[in-house]
């Protein structure tokens, strides 16, 4: 079993920036990929990016440039940094990890990041 915390969630103008945190604890030696997802009511969650263990990423088109997700393997942890936030980036953010080679996904609570334009 894997926990999720995270943090960092808030308000914020649009252009401005905030740093999402995701903490794992539990059977983190199983982890591989980490990545945030986001969920706007009413709509499906969607990827934002995922970083797997090696440290290759992949971003959802329209965050590419805009926001960085990286991973402290010592505190297994993911962030995001969100920079030049836009109103179309208000969502309900989530942390996700998943096991390998049992493949198990986590997710956290979620934060939500409301971007006022």
């Known amino acids: 079993q894997v926990q999720l915390v995270e943090s960092g969630g808030g308000l914020v103008q649009a252009g401005g920036s905030l740093r999402l945190s995701c903490a794992a604890s539990g059977s983190t030696r199983s982890i591989n990929a980490m990545g945030w997802f986001r969920q706007v009511a009413g709509k499906q969650r969607e990827l934002v990016a995922l970083?797997?263990?090696?440290?290759?990423?992949n971003y959802q088109n329209s965050v590419r440039g805009r926001f960085t997700i990286s991973r402290d393997n010592g505190k297994n942890t993911v962030y995001l940094q969100m920079n030049s936030l836009k109103a179309e980036d208000t969502a309900v953010y989530y942390c996700n990890v998943r096991t390998w080679p049992v493949v198990v996904d986590y997710w956290g609570q979620g934060t939500q990041v409301t971007v006022s334009s």
């Open positions: 970083i797997n263990s090696g440290g290759g990423t």
